[in-house]
Nanobody, 124 residues
């Protein structure tokens, strides 16, 4: 089992920046691929970004390309999402996810473990 805990959410003005963290504990070798998803109020949860174990393979949703950057530090069992030039439409609960298999994927059903989420609110 892997436990995931997100942190770093909060209230930020449009155009601002924020960094989210996701700390993994437990059987962290099972968090081969990690990802961020988000769920805006009244909407379905959607893919944001994913990264493989070594960090040399990443994918981003079109809506965040060029503004968000995903990274991980395996020595700290932590994944990050650096968010810049935030927009009101980025307001959502951000979830961290991990999967045992080593290929990156944008599909929620492919992920085995989930965090509880952290709220990001962007004021315009």
């Amino acid at each position: 089992q892997v436990q995931l805990v997100e942190s770093g959410g909060g209230l930020v003005q449009a155009g601002g920046s924020l960094r989210l963290s996701c700390a993994a504990s437990g059987r962290t070798s099972s968090s081969s691929v990690m990802a961020w998803f988000r769920q805006a109020p009244g909407k379905e949860r959607k893919f944001v970004a994913t990264i493989n174990w070594s960090g040399d393979s990443t994918l981003y949703a079109d809506s965040v390309k060029g503004r968000f950057r995903i990274s991980r530090d395996n020595t700290k069992n932590t994944m990050y999402l650096q968010m810049a030039n935030l927009k009101s439409e980025d307001t959502a609960v951000y979830y961290c996810a991990a999967r045992r298999r080593r290929f990156i994927t944008i599909f929620q059903s492919d992920y085995d473990y989930w965090g509880q989420g952290t709220q990001v609110t962007v004021s315009s």
